[in-house]
């Protein structure tokens, strides 16, 4: 059924695991994600962004996945808007039908996310909806050389806390070395546990999310490559990194670059394979799959949500 994330969050802190969360954009994407969460016994959560929206239309996206849910009635799905930039878009699916909406004001000042993000939770919770909230920079970590680098643009563990308290919201998403697309490192990939750990500390009991959060996996990489593609220097979280996060208060991972890797990959295969083929359901149907396993995947090496429901 549609659900919020409460349960499911719960029980994946408790259980040292983490749901993940894929950004949805299409029909085949929809399918994918919840043939695997079938296979795996899995909750799972469908994001869509502000693109995503623009792109499909938010009410193709709420119709697609209402059929999901009939096909899939046990698996614990939630609806939920990823990176809302503003009150208005946030109400906009609440009133849609989403269970789930991130607010993102991490680009604010301090005050302003805790203004916005607070009127947010207002509306949210009297309608039953859930929200996921944003402080600190993902964007542009370069060299993290020196403590202050970091100090400067990750989450802040004691503004975490008092933001979460001024707020009620939900969840919160944190900067700890994660970065959104295909090139988050230059050099080796990193991830502050020690700052998880301290919000962790400040936070008992919290649910904390992970943005940025594709491996980039190098098989799809490569196959991108290898049949005309040029994604070249790309790098991502390693599976280990957020494994352990997800041990950790991380119960929600953030995955859209590693959906459309497969994808990809999976349509320049078919399309050179077979290039007298025009019917896109001959390349489609094997991208549709490529994330189906990629998902089925994530859920056994990476999220550990198997067999939770
Ligand atoms: O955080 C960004 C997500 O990957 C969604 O990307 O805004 O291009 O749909 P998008
Ligand atoms: P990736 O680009 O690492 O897949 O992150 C996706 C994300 O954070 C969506 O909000
Ligand atoms: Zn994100
Ligand atoms: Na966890």
Redesign the pocket.
């Known amino acids: 059924p549609l659900v919020g994330t409460t349960e499911m969050f719960k029980k994946a802190y408790e259980g040292h695991y983490a749901i993940g ?1 894929f ?1 949805v954009n299409n029909m085949e994407i929809i399918q994918g994600i919840m043939e695997a969460a079938k296979e795996e016994n899995s909750p799972v959560i469908l ?1 869509a ?1 502000e693109g995503a929206r623009n792109y499909a239309g938010q009410e193709y996206i709420v119709g697609l996945v209402k059929i999901a849910l009939q096909d899939y009635p046990e698996i614990p799905t939630a609806l939920h808007l ?2 809302g930039s503003s009150y208005e878009i946030c109400k906009a699916c609440i009133d849609g039908g989403f269970s789930s909406v ?1 607010y993102d004001g991490s680009k604010h000042p301090y005050e302003e996310n805790v203004r916005i993000t607070k009127q947010i939770v207002g509306y949210a919770h009297d309608k039953g909806v859930v929200v996921e909230a944003e402080l600190g920079r ?1 964007a542009g970590v370069e060299d993290l050389v020196s403590v202050d680098a970091k100090d400067a643009i990750f989450t802040d563990p004691d503004q975490a806390a008092e933001f979460v308290e001024l707020t009620g919201c939900d969840s919160l ?1 944190i900067a700890i070395g ?5 090139y ?1 490192y230059k050099g080796d990939p990193y991830l502050d546990y020690d700052r998880l750990e301290k919000v962790g500390k400040l936070l008992p009991d919290y649910p904390i999310v ?5 491996t ?1 996996i190098p098989e799809f990489v490569e196959q991108c490559n290898a049949y005309g593609g040029k994604v070249l220097g790309a790098k ?2 390693p599976e280990d990194m957020l494994r352990k996060a997800a041990t950790m208060a991380v119960c929600k991972i ?7 890797l497969a994808m990809t990959s999976a349509i320049r295969k078919a399309l050179a394979e077979d290039p007298s083929n025009f019917d896109p359901r001959g390349y489609l149907k094997p991208a549709r799959e490529a994330v189906k396993q990629m998902v089925m995947h994530k859920i056994e090496a990476v999220l550990g949500s198997a067999n939770t429901i």
Do not use: E, P
């Open positions: 969360a950004n994001q962004s990823d990176h991130m993902l998403a994660t970065s959104h697309g295909a988050k992970l943005h940025g959060a594709s980039v991502g979280v953030n995955i859209d670059t590693d959906i459309r």
